[in-house]
T-cell receptor
Framework: KNQVEQSPQSLIILEGKNCTLQ??????????LRWYKQDTGRGPVSLTI?????NTKSNGRYTATLDADTKQSSLHITASQLSDSASYIC?????????????FGTGTRLQVTL | NAGVTQTPKFQVLKTGQSMTLQCAQD?????MYWYRQDPGMGLRLIYY???????DKGEVPNGYNVSRLNKREFSLRLESAAPSQTSVYFC??????????FGPGTRLTVL
């Protein structure tokens, strides 16, 4: 069973609208949580990273929140653009020795339309 | 600065054939990783190399071997390809414990 669950699986919104993507995780011990954006046919690219002590982190129109007590995170996209069409992946990290081990959610596929 | 590069971008194999996926990074990162991405599943770690000269199994290592050739290069080998290995393969690299940077992926089909 995947220890990082994302919802919704897919979402279609109109350009200019806002949306919020959800992530629930059970991975422990928790080191940090990242949101990645993956365009079709490309590798994931990091949007935000938060440690357990951080509640919110912004990157332009992307704002991520984290509640380490309930093990929930969200990614809010403001004033969506066509270029925001992509999969958004929630990733929880555990530090083991000198390498970081990541547990990936299955992603939310976002489509922004005119 | 190319980041993480992977070759080839696409590959079609017949069952039983072998091949090596190549990965190189120019960011002077110590750690490198190989993942596979399948529909409806999150990326899964195949093997990783925490530093030059070391490799360790990830979540799904069966049917694969790796070589950390030097600090820059980390290859993934399929000795006898099976249809279950049809997937998109991503290489990534990171400084110790920090953000992982991903390559563009190799789309592999095994017939």
């Amino acid at each position: 069973k995947n220890q990082v669950e994302q919802s919704p699986q897919s979402l279609i919104i109109l350009e200019g609208k806002n949306c919020t993507l959800q992530c629930n995780y059970t991975v422990s011990p928790f080191s940090n949580l990242r949101w990645y954006k993956q365009d079709t046919g490309r590798g994931p690219v990091s949007l935000t990273i938060m440690t357990f002590s951080e509640n919110t982190k912004s990157n332009g129109r992307y704002t991520a929140t984290l509640d380490a007590d309930t093990k929930q995170s969200s990614l809010h996209i403001t004033a969506s653009q066509l270029s925001d069409s992509a999969s958004y992946i929630c990733v929880v990290s555990v530090i083991t020795g000198t390498a970081s081990k990541l547990t990936f959610g299955t992603g939310t596929r976002l489509q922004v339309t005119l | 600065n190319a980041g993480v590069t992977q070759t080839p971008k696409f590959q079609v194999l017949k069952t039983g054939q072998s091949m090596t996926l190549q990965c190189a990074q120019d960011m002077n990162h110590n750690s490198m990783y190989w993942y596979r991405q399948d529909p409806g599943m999150g990326l899964r770690l195949i093997y990783y190399s925490a530093s030059e000269g070391t490799t360790d199994k990830g979540e799904v290592p069966n049917g694969y071997n790796v070589s950390r050739l030097n600090k820059r290069e980390f290859s993934l080998r399929l000795e006898s390809a099976a249809p279950s290995q049809t997937s998109v393969y991503f290489c990534a690299s990171s400084r110790q414990g920090n953000e992982q940077f991903f390559g563009p992926g190799t789309r592999l089909t095994v017939l």
